[in-house]
T-cell receptor
Framework: EDKVVQSPLSLVVHEGDTVTLNCSYE??????LLWYKQEKKAPTFLFML????IEKKSGRLSSILDKKELSSILNITATQTGDSAIYLC?????????????FGTGTSLTVIP | ETGVTQTPRHLVMGMTNKKSLKCEQH?????MYWYKQSAKKPLELMFV???????ENNSVPSRFSPECPNSSHLFLHLHTLQPEDSALYLC??????????????FGNGTRLTVT
């Protein structure tokens, strides 16, 4: 059965800390891995990773995929209170009818001043 | 503004009511999705419409009935729901059968409470 596992489930850090969120997967016909940030409403897209070992970066956030280990990490440096959110990992699989997206339970990050 | 608009934002309904959730995407995508998000669970895919045809059902109870009249609009019709159906219902869209890949784009969701 296809699945996506995220760890830790929740995390509390102080402003300025660096955090690393993990995502591992077992999915047939893997196409890409995606990270989303969800505050109160719509998950917002952060990164899409398709190739192993190539880091994607956006400001203080970065992510990398390891296809050999079937995993990805999301790093956030110099955390701010505005980074408090649930971070969702999703894996896209190819099907003959389009794309299928499998989600993890998310990591709840709380950044305290 | 997310490009995917959902209404209503909140809905409270009794178990005998009938209501509908609406989703509209302004991104020109060719696939639309309904997801259910409950506390401490992964997003659960309920329905997928790809090129206006339903391609995934995922054993969703018949009290949930989707409708996709065109590639920009998606509905979820609800009737005789149970309290355990209370959750955040998210609509999403993407572009399938293309390269490069398209991520899912989500709406803000409808927070449903069944009393």
């Amino acid at each position: 059965e296809d699945k996506v596992v995220q760890s830790p489930l929740s995390l509390v850090v102080h402003e300025g800390d660096t955090v690393t969120l993990n995502c591992s997967y077992e999915v047939t016909n893997f196409r890409s891995l995606l990270w989303y940030k969800q505050e109160k409403k719509a998950p917002t897209f952060l990164f899409m990773l398709t190739s192993s070992g190539i880091e994607k970066k956006s400001g203080r956030l970065s992510s990398i995929l390891d296809k050999k280990e079937l995993s990805s990490i999301l790093n956030i440096t110099a955390t701010q209170t505005g980074d408090s959110a649930i971070y969702l990992c999703a894996v896209e699989a190819i099907t003959n009818t389009g794309n299928q997206f499998y989600f993890g339970t998310g990591t709840s990050l709380t950044v305290i001043p | 503004e997310t490009g995917v608009t959902q209404t209503p934002r909140h809905l409270v309904m009794g178990m005998t009511n009938k209501k509908s959730l609406k989703c509209e995407q302004h991104l020109g995508h060719n696939a639309m999705y309904w997801y259910k998000q409950s506390a401490k669970k992964p997003l659960e895919l309920m329905f997928v419409y790809s090129l206006e045809e339903r391609v995934e059902n995922n054993s969703v109870p018949s009290r949930f009935s989707p409708e996709c009249p065109n590639s920009s609009h998606l509905f979820l019709h609800l009737h005789t729901l149970q309290p355990e159906d209370s959750a955040l219902y998210l609509c999403a869209s993407s572009q399938v059968f293309q390269d490069p890949n398209s991520p899912l784009h989500f709406g803000n969701g409808t927070r449903l409470t069944v009393t």
